[in-house]
């Protein structure tokens, strides 16, 4: 059964830093885009970054400098460093994977991808 389990969130002041963490189960291996999204309250889920086995990364412009996200194959582990924080990064962060080769913007995993269960991110100002 495929699995994501995320962690790392938290409450911090605003300009601090997070990291979340999302193992999985080794489904996505390779040939895999993975990536984060996040959901405040009254809003949509929106895409945060992502990334194939190829190397291409995809930011949401809210965040490029200040977010960065990264793979560690040998634990299974997706990551998402957060820095420069502000209130309105505030929200559940999800990691999503699906077996397609290729990362676009505006990815949203189809009906085959997976999600996480989520990891709370509160920002104070």
């Known amino acids: 059964q495929v699995q994501l389990v995320e962690s790392g969130g938290g409450s911090v002041q605003a300009g601090g830093s997070l990291r979340l963490s999302c193992v999985g189960s080794?489904?996505?291996?390779?040939?895999?885009?993975m990536g984060w999204f996040r959901q405040a309250p009254g809003k949509e889920r929106e895409g945060v970054a992502a990334m194939d086995s190829y190397g291409t990364i995809i930011y949401a412009d809210s965040v490029k400098g200040r977010f960065t996200i990264s793979k560690d194959n040998a634990k299974n582990t997706l990551y998402l460093q957060m820095n420069s924080l502000k209130p309105e990064d505030s929200a559940i962060y999800y990691c999503a994977e699906e077996k397609i080769p290729f990362v676009e913007r505006g990815w949203v995993p189809s009906n085959l991808g997976y999600w996480g269960q989520g990891t709370q991110v509160t920002v104070s100002s």
């Open positions: 080794g489904y996505c291996y390779s040939g895999c885009v």
